[in-house]
């Protein structure tokens, strides 16, 4: 005999996230006002991010602190109805230190700790996708100590090691209700780590004329020891034991190149074209693994096959004079994201960029920036197979940011 | 087009980023009439559920449902209000087990004790019920208006039976007079009411009683009348006479020319009530227990294995015989028998608890009979065809809907209510949404589904 008839279909469909969206490009003010084109053109200590090989290039040892508001919005519509995400803010900074060991020095040194990935999104508790997300936040930190060598007046190299920290959130409905009608909820929560490198070749062709290639490891970011809480009916709470979970998430690798040239005979104006090839189909599959199982609480295994992208970057630097510069650019970055796995975690779509920014140099050795980007996704009809959950939806987001550095 | 989302960023700058998707499908009555909606059915109509009938489940009923997506539509969507006859509690009303008085408690999920002193989660009755002596007056609203005159265990045989207020407590309810047959109510309300689009979800009774009785019937499909007309309960009805009733009613239904949906009869045999309990349920823990039920048998040269087997039956003239695959076990057959009184293994199941494969073939052949005259009936009168039929085969495999995956598993499927017959909110809204792409289909028109996760399942102490 069947003992147990009962339990409710634990559809852990979610917990996708982690998508293409989850890439940020926030992580030099200067570049990111300039559509996120940064490769070729070592402004600033940033360039540990953008080509560690740029390092070398910075003529003194800079400290550099940046914060941003990340500030987005997505709608959701489908036949039945449409919903909106819930207002939030997400505020990456970025703190990078680093330059020539000796002033005019061929070696440089530097430590850069951002954020390269993460996402957020909140739905309403009740809204009709609850039991695929209610809420989602992943957030990373990369720490990444990095040398570089300039070779020559033409050629520098550089390479960084990666140290990842990370944690992530999720919250959603289950299909199970107590006797007042009240669905329940899981609610898990982990935190994980993981290694990569940074390299990059910088090459001064001229002047006016400046080229720069990296690449960037695939992290994985190992979650161990995650918890996993569900807040069910007391008659079920036997097949819904609270637990702990792990699992592996990508952070994929990134092949980028970039231009950067001087096109008046003022050198006033600085255009920087940027291409970047992200390898996320390293994200085949999202799995969960429960380290308690029941009939009900079974390990996930959600496929995701996301594809690789090529992001285009375009950008602007005009010096108005000694001390003020503006910037401007724009970006089209695809998505990742293929039309049958498009989920409400990360209602990921090709994306739209405009940006803007000045720098303010009030006295010497001492920058003040500021860049504000625009970001609209294209509106994306798409299906979400795994959980049949389809609708059409529509992202924008504004990110102000500001920033200092200081040249020693 | 490019240019509309970048000039859409800028806006964001002033409109503090306020993306909306509105999928403009506006509600539209195509070439229907949804201002006076009609009813006509069972207890799944009725919103009978958890093995009785009481307000809540009136209110998700699927016609309650449709009423309020009709509701939605400017020109000629439906226009309140919806009566339908509620009861005033959720006690549960309807004749009681022991067969006198209306005393039917609804079921929800609670403790079980079993008789090997196991404590597990399952269907119960109500424990704090007393029956609500509003729930036997009868149903008043102005006008007399019902719209929803669903009758919990009415057949299509029984359109022609006077005196049905009298003996179905439901129908006493609500029925406009006590002499009246189905047809005479259906009558009336068609001319109270002036319809202009009707349901129509008849049928599953004339064979779903044969099944429960675990197909003690004739189950030919000839077996004539008894008395008053009435045709035997735990029997198959005789296709002639489901034809003339079925058409008839149809043709009352339609006779103010109102358009409308005949929805056709589930695979009865797909329901938990039959596949909660597998033929080969018989668990055998240890191979000294498989041994001694082999010798126990010897004569019928049975062989025991350790893990599940074949149930034991005993047939209508008391032979033995093992179950074969296939055949179905009600879900009404004793637990604490099965779990410890040996039946099944030592002690043969009584054959009134299992549907054999002849049984089953009848089931499935009256089934396919009567569905044919359902859809020729739609044709005839250019109505809608809903093939409940078939929708209802795929939960077997299960429906995924927002995230949610839906089947029809007892209790953990959250479609099927606590009866394992009807169904739950999220059944019944399930089933609204698949006769609105029916009805949307056949009538060009663009009715708004249901958000089915709106409403609850199965509810858990």
Known sequence: MKKHLLAASLVLTSFSSFGAGYQLNLQGLRQLAMGGAGTAMPWDASTIFYNPAGLSRIKSIQAYVSVLGVMPATAYGNFEGSARSVKQTFTPFNIYVGGPVKEGGRLALGLGIYTPFGTGIKWDDNWTGKFLVQSIELKSVFVQPTISYRLS?????????????????????????????????????????????????????????????????????????????????????????????????????????????????????????????????????????????????????????YRNTFTTRLGANYKIGKVVSVMGGAAYDPTPVTNNFVSPELPDADRVIVTCGAAIKPIKRFTILASCEFLTSLKRKSNYAYGNFSGTYWTQAITPGVGVYYNF | MKKIYILGAFACLFAACKPSVNITVPSTAGDAVFTNYLAIGNSLTAGYA????????????????????????????????????????????????????????????????????????????????????????????????????????????DYLVSFYASLNPYAGRFYYSASETPLDELLFRVNNLHPTFFTMWLGSNDVLGYALAGGQGDGSGNAGPGAFGLYNSADITPTSVFKMNYDTAVAVASSVGAKGALINIPDITSIPFFTTIP???????????????TQFYRSLNYVFSLGYNQFIIRDNVGALRQSVPGELILITTPHDSLTCAGWGSFKAIPEQYVITTDELQNIRNATTRYNEIIRSAAERNLLAYVDMFSYMSTLQSGIVYHGVNYNASFISGGAFSLDAVHLTPRGYAIVANKIISTINEKYHSTVTPVDVNKFHGVLFP
């Open chain 1, 153 to 305: 007046e033409t050629w520098s190299f550089g390479a960084g090691f990666i140290y990842a920290a990370g944690t992530f959130d999720l919250r959603q409905a289950l299909p199970v209700q107590n006797m007042l009608g009240e669905d329940a909820s899981a609610h898990l929560h982990g935190s994980g780590n993981g290694v990569g490198f940074n390299l990059g070749v910088h090459m001064k062709a001229s002047e006016r004329l400046q080229l720069g290639l990296t690449y960037r490891s695939q992290v994985n970011m190992d979650v161990d020891g995650g918890s996993a809480n569900f807040n069910v009916p007391v008659s079920v709470k036997n097949i819904f034991p609270n637990t702990t979970f792990s699992s592996r998430l990508p952070l994929p690798q990134v092949l980028s190149l970039g231009i950067a040239v001087k096109p008046l005979n003022n050198e006033k104006l600085t255009l920087a074209l940027d291409f970047n090839y992200t390898g996320w189909n390293s994200y085949d599959s999202l799995r969960i693994n429960f380290d308690t199982h029941t009939e009900m609480l079974k390990d996930m295994h959600a496929p995701r096959k």
């Open chain 2, 50 to 157: 958890d093995g009785s009938l009481y307000v809540t489940g009136q209110l998700n009923s699927y016609p309650q449902r449709l009423f309020e997506q009709f509701s939605m539509i400017k020109d000629r969507g439906a226009r309140g209000p919806f009566y339908q006859p509620l009861l005033n509690g959720d006690m549960g009303f309807g004749p009681g087990s022991t067969g006198t008085g209306n005393n039917r408690p609804r079921k929800v999920i609670g403790y079980t004790f079993n008789c090997l002193g196991d404590t597990s989660i399952g269907p119960v009755d109500l424990p704090y019920y007393s029956a609500d002596a509003d729930d036997a007056k009868a149903y008043t609203s102005p006008n007399r208006q019902v719209n929803n005159i669903g009758v919990p265990g009415i057949r299509v045989s």
């Open chain 2, 279 to 293: 033929s080969n349920g018989l668990y055998i823990p240890r191979q000294s227990l498989a041994d001694s039920l």
